[in-house]
């Protein structure tokens, strides 16, 4: 009878040991699936999903969905929200960012940094950070580095006999070379005119020229405009004399009607642009001889960074496993073949600092000989933070900034009225800054 009951206990015994190893078993095949929501160019739709699939071979426990959104972008992803089935992970528009943070939207990233020593504040450029909660909490760092440059067609500055820009920061052209170099490029031959430079008047071009005059949109607290500043005046003074007074630059309107910078200075009506960073990615397969340079400086090189967020939902029911495919999404190493495609920049600093990686994403077939020294160099010497950083409400900030001067740009208003009238809008909008 005892032989009886201890076999009944052996075989309950193993029962519970291969129910317990099977149930293991199944935890531990179980996938997790989560969303990532982004958009961009077919090249980058290309590159993230094998991102995606590159990150479920390291995890296989984590299955991606990858939701590629290259229209109405913000209105899809805020429905989601408002719904209750925001993605996972996301690529998000600077607009939003900093309210959703506030608001418990997105998550604070600071825990999981705390608990992982492979992603520190110091470890990524420190332009690159989304800080709130008067810089206690960072919902993150964008997706990838950008910056504000000056790119031009090496054979329209050859035929015209001119010389190229400096690539170095500290001896860059003042406005005065700059100005005399594009009255140089800028002809007429048979009805077809080559323009010295062409540029955008939202705020991403204007900002560097502004702040190498030492001039601002705002005061360091963002609680009152600095438009009226005869610094930030004489900027945009000169800056729109391009177009109407010296008629080397084409104005919005009739820089509506051209193509992209890319064909436009392929095709050689235009010899220089101030452009963002990720141009590179049209300019290099337009197939000229392309160069890049530091912008243009008044008082002193001034290089800004600017970039959306990738950031984590605070809904997510998989806080761990998106914290992994947050830091595989932001990581040079996963996004390599973006960044030698010249469209985006690495985050962590040791990519610009260490020569073996720098060789890794600075590709000859697309970079220009310069680059290393007239972007790499300009960032990490000159770097300052485009405004979304900080300003919660940039988006109405910005618009009303880029409404307000569009007669500015056309010719019908001098600087100083403009600023006058924008700066007395401004006024109610400046709440002060989310990083202090």
Request: aromatic share 12%; proline share 7%; charged share 25%.
């Amino acid at each position: 009878m005892r032989n009886l009951k201890r076999g009944i206990n052996s075989l309950i015994t193993a029962g519970i040991l291969i129910l317990a190893t099977i149930s293991m078993s199944a935890w531990a095949a179980e996938k997790v699936q989560l969303t990532y929501m982004f958009w961009g160019s077919p090249l980058e739709r290309e590159a993230q999903f094998k991102m995606c699939r590159d990150f479920e071979k390291v995890y296989p426990n984590i299955e991606v969905k990858a939701i590629y959104t290259p229209a109405n972008y913000q209105e899809k992803i805020s429905a989601m929200v408002a719904g209750g089935t925001p993605p996972d992970v996301a690529q998000l528009a600077e607009g939003p960012s900093l309210s959703w943070a506030r608001m418990g939207v997105v998550m604070d990233l600071i825990p999981f940094m705390e608990e992982d020593p492979e992603v520190s504040i110091e470890s990524r450029l420190p332009e690159t950070w989304y800080w709130y909660d008067k810089g206690e909490k960072t919902l993150g760092t964008n997706l990838a580095a950008e910056v504000m440059l000056l790119w031009y067609n090496k054979d329209i500055f050859d035929q015209a006999g001119v010389s190229y820009p400096p690539a170095n920061a500290d001896q860059a052209w003042t406005w005065d070379e700059f100005l005399d170099v594009a009255k140089k490029l800028t002809s007429e031959q048979k009805g077809r005119k080559t323009f010295g430079v062409a540029f955008s008047t939202w705020a991403g071009p204007l900002l560097p020229f502004i702040r190498s005059n030492e001039g601002e949109f705002f005061n360091e607290d963002v609680t009152a405009p600095l438009l009226e500043s005869p610094e930030t005046i004489e900027v945009l003074q000169k800056l729109s004399d391009l177009m109407n007074k010296h008629q080397v630059a084409p104005t919005p309107t009739q820089l509506a009607a051209f193509p992209s910078f890319a064909v436009t200075m392929q095709t050689g009506q235009v010899a220089m642009a101030v452009d963002g960073q990720w141009a590179l990615l049209d300019l290099a397969k337009a197939r000229f001889n392309l160069g890049v340079a530091p912008v243009p400086v008044f008082k002193k090189p001034v290089c800004v960074e600017l970039g959306s967020p990738n950031v984590i939902f605070s809904d997510t029911k998989h806080k761990k496993e998106s914290w992994e495919l947050y830091k595989w999404t932001t990581s040079a190493e996963s996004v390599l073949p973006v960044l030698r495609s010249g469209l985006w920049m690495p985050l962590q600093t040791k990519w610009y600092e260490e020569p073996d990686l720098l060789e890794r994403w600075i590709d000859p077939q697309t970079h220009p000989p310069e680059y290393k020294e007239a972007v790499v160099d300009y960032l990490l010497k000159y770097g300052s933070q485009y405004p979304a950083y900080y300003i919660e409400n940039w988006d109405e900030v910005q618009r009303m900034i880029e409404q307000g001067f569009s007669n500015l740009w056309l010719g019908k208003e001098d600087a100083k009225t403009a600023a006058g009238r924008i700066a007395e809008e401004l006024k109610p909008l400046l709440q002060g800054r989310t990083d202090r």
